[in-house]
């Protein structure tokens, strides 16, 4: 059940601007990018993560693995990379 403090706080969630290289959204701090996470997915595992290209942040789903702590981040995205 989302409070009315908590949709308040949704509704200040606003994005910095547009990444080009990853088609994403940017935020300016990682916890404006984990706020965004639990309000565009809540429920999920918002993972924020800061951008290699911009100067920002970008959030995106923390793997099911990984969210259940069976892999670790690290092993995850080597993964995802090879």
């Known amino acids: 059940m989302t409070t009315k403090r908590g949709r308040a706080a949704a509704a200040r969630v606003t994005a910095v601007g547009w990444c080009p290289d990853h088609a994403k959204r940017l935020y300016s701090s990682r916890k404006e990018a984990r706020r965004a996470g639990r309000t565009y997915a809540p429920g999920g595992h918002p993972n924020a993560y800061p951008c290699d290209t ?26 995802v990379t090879t």
């Not at 911009?54 to 995205?77: E, F, I, K, N």
């Open 54 to 79: 911009r100067d920002g942040w970008h959030w995106g789903h923390l793997g099911a693995a990984v969210a259940a702590g069976a892999m670790s981040r690290m092993a995850r995205y080597a993964e």
